[in-house]
Structure formats: C-alpha cells, structure tokens
C-alpha cells in the first residue's frame, strides 16, 4: 500500500493523516510504525478504546477486505496481525481495571481448528477493563480442555471465539458436551466471532452472541448481575 514510510514523520501527521497512515502501516505489517502511532494519538488525548477501533480494528478490517479478495495472502496478514497487537500491547495497560474485587470470572478460547486470536484478545482487554478475572486458554481449542478448565476454574462464563465458518458449528460440540454431563446450567455461554450472529448463538445453545468486545462487557455484566440476583433470591 505505501512505499515511503521512511520518509514520514508521523508526529507531524494530523489526527486524520495520522490514522490514514497507520492504516496504511497495518496493512504493511508495521509493528515499529503501529506502536509509535499509537504512543502519539494516546499522547494527544485520544482514549485507548478510541485509539482501538479508528486506528487498529479499522486498519485490521482494511486488511480483511484485500484477504478476501485475494490481493493479501497469510504470510502478508500475518505481519498485520503482528502489528495490530504491537498497538494492542500498548493500549493492554491502559484498559486494565483498577477496581480491587473482580465482578465475575471467565474461562475463554478460540475453538478446535481455528488460529484467529486478535478478536479474542480484544475481549479479554475489554473484559479484564470491567473487571472480570480472564482464563485465557488460547487458540485451537478442543472440547475437553474447555471443559478440563472449567472445572479446576469454576467461573461464570464461558467465552468461545470462532472466526471461520468451518470451525463455528464447534460451539454446539462444547454446548452439547456440556449438556450430556449435566453441567450446561452452570455457565454462562457467551460466543463471538465475525461469522456468527445471534440466531447461531441460540441454535448452539448458547446463552448470548456478542458482536464486538464492548458488546461482550455489556453482555457479561448483564448475565452475570442476572445470575447473582437469582441466587440471593434462591439463598
Ligand atoms: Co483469517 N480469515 N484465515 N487469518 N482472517 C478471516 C476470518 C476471513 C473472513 C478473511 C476473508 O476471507 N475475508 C476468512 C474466513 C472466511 C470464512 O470462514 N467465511 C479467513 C480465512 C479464510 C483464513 C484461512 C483459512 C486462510 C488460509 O489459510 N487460506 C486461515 C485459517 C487459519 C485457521 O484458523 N485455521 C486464516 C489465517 C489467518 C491468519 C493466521 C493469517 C490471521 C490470524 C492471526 C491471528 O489472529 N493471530 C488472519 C486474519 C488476521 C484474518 C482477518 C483479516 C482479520 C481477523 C481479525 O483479527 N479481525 C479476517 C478478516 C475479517 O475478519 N474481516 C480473516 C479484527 C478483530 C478485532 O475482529 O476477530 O471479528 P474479530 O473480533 C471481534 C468480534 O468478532 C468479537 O469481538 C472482537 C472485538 O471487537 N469477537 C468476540 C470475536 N471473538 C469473540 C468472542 C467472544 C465475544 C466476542 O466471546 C464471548
């Protein structure tokens, strides 16, 4: 996309001429030039969650278009990915929860056969920002250690990332397996992912999808104010 970053300052940049070329630095797999124009957006006020979604997410769907028109290829988006999560590094810090006592606990993953982490990462800053205590299981995740985890962890929620559409019929798997060992009511299924929607959510069985991570705090603070009123109410 450019062929003259060495030759651009980017503090001298505007605010839109900044986040053009930060786009344009996504899309070359910038990481140096992605964590610098992060560091100077930050620096002149932006809130990390702005900085988030018109500098980084906006560069990544940018990347996505040309992937799937076949003008980029893995290794290429890849290098984007790499960039994306310079600048997620940065913003990381910033979007933690100062709060002391955690307001729930989450155990998430990418499911089986699928490598796509950047969303997935996403909700885990947003959601650890809320305060919730994140078990985070990485990528490529197979039912039993989903359910390995939710066991020695015993948290509220559930979360499963899935990006592909072959590897998103894997959350009725997890849900269904659930199911057959009884122990479905006990979590909160939350799913995401860019292919799903809230149909697929409810034919696996899950209890919400989340379109995006601020709509995975909205969510999970919901569920979980829903769950500790029935059970002072139970009590
Ligand atoms: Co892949 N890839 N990719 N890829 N990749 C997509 C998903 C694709 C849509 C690209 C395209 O064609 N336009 C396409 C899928 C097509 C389909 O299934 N219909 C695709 C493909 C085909 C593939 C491969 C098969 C390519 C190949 O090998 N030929 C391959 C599969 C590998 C595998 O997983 N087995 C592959 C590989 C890769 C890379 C490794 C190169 C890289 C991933 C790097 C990484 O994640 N570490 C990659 C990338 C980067 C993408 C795109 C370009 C960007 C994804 C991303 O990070 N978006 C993507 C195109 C696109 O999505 N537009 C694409 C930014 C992120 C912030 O958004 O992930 O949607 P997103 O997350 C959001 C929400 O969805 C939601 O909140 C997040 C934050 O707001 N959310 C959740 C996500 N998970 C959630 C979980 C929750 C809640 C909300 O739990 C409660």
Redesign the pocket.
Known sequence: MSTQTDEIILSELDDDALTDQMHADMYDGLADEIAEGTRILLGRGWSPTEVLEKA??EG??I???D???GILF??E??L??NA??AGMNILKPLLANTGAKPIGK?V?G?VK????????N??IM?WEGAGLEVIDLG??IDVDVYIGALQEHQPD?L?????????MPYMKIVVDTLKERGLREDYIV???????NEEFAAAVGADAY???????VE??KHHLARKYRRNSIDA
Do not use: E, Q
């Open positions: 980084l997410v990544m769907r990347v996505g278009m992937f799937r028109d893995v290794p988006v890849l984007s990915a994306m999560k989450a998430i990418t056969g699928d490598i796509h982490d950047i969303g997935k996403l909700v947003m990528i490529n929620i979360g499963m990332s899935a990006l592909l559409t072959t590897t939350l799913v995401g992912g860019a292919p799903l989340c379109r995006d991570a601020a709509a995975a969510t999970a």
